[in-house]
Each structure stands twice: as structure tokens, then as C-alpha cells.
Nanobody
Framework: QVQLVESGGGLVQPGGSLRLSCAAS????????RGWYRQAPGKQRELVAA???????NYADSVKGRFTISGDSAKNTVYLQMNSLKPEDTAVYYC??????????????WGQGTQVTVSS
């Protein structure tokens, strides 16, 4: 009932930048938090960045100072600005929303992912 669509992934050289976007749609009652996760080949999915509706932000140590998460509540869209990209940033990036579709507790919703490849 909640759809998340990521965009902005692609191939970029080391040191380059990309901006990912994720728009949420569907029967959304409220969104408590948005986040970006990534999963590299052979590795577990990890939190990259998250932002709550109250403005609290959390980043993985590996991306601090390089990545910035932001959102546009009017568009139900969250962004991930990625600068100074490294080959180890190569992964499928997944958008997450902690959302309610009605009464009750929020649950996690996920996008299908977008590939980010950092290579020369």
C-alpha cells in the first residue's frame, strides 16, 4: 500500500557525485522516518543514513562527511547526496520508509533498489 521508487543511481568515477531520490506514494497516513540502506555483493545490508520526521539524522561512519540525507515532506521524497564517492560505495541502494497506512503502529516499507557503481 506504500510504494517507494528510487532514482538517480548509475556509474560514476571515484571522487564523483550522485544524488539519489526516493518518492513515496500510496495510502500513506504518516511517515515517521526515511532512510537509505545499501547492500554490496557478498555483504549484509547496512544503514547508510536515516532521518526522522523530527529532523534527527543518523549516518554510517563510513559515509559521514561525504553523504547528506534530506527530504521534501510536501513531495514525500527523500534524497541522498553522495560526494567523494569511493569504489567501496558500490552497492544497491534501497530506500526505506517507516510509515503508517492507517491506525496502528508504523512498519517498514522498501523500494526495489537502485544500483550505484563507482569505478574508473
Amino acid at each position: 500500500q506504500v510504494q517507494l521508487v528510487e532514482s538517480g543511481g548509475g556509474l560514476v568515477q571515484p571522487g564523483g557525485s550522485l544524488r539519489l531520490s526516493c518518492a513515496a506514494s500510496g495510502s500513506i497516513f504518516s511517515i515517521n522516518a526515511r532512510g537509505w540502506y545499501r547492500q554490496a555483493p557478498g555483504k549484509q545490508r547496512e544503514l547508510v543514513a536515516a532521518i526522522t520526521s523530527g529532523g534527527s539524522i543518523n549516518y554510517a561512519d563510513s559515509v559521514k562527511g561525504r553523504f547528506t540525507i534530506s527530504g521534501d515532506s510536501a513531495k514525500n521524497t527523500v534524497y541522498l547526496q553522495m560526494n567523494s564517492l569511493k569504489p567501496e560505495d558500490t552497492a544497491v541502494y534501497y530506500c526505506n520508509a517507516d510509515a503508517r497506512t492507517g491506525l496502528g503502529s508504523p512498519r517498514a516499507y522498501w523500494g526495489q533498489g537502485t544500483q550505484v557503481t563507482v569505478s574508473s
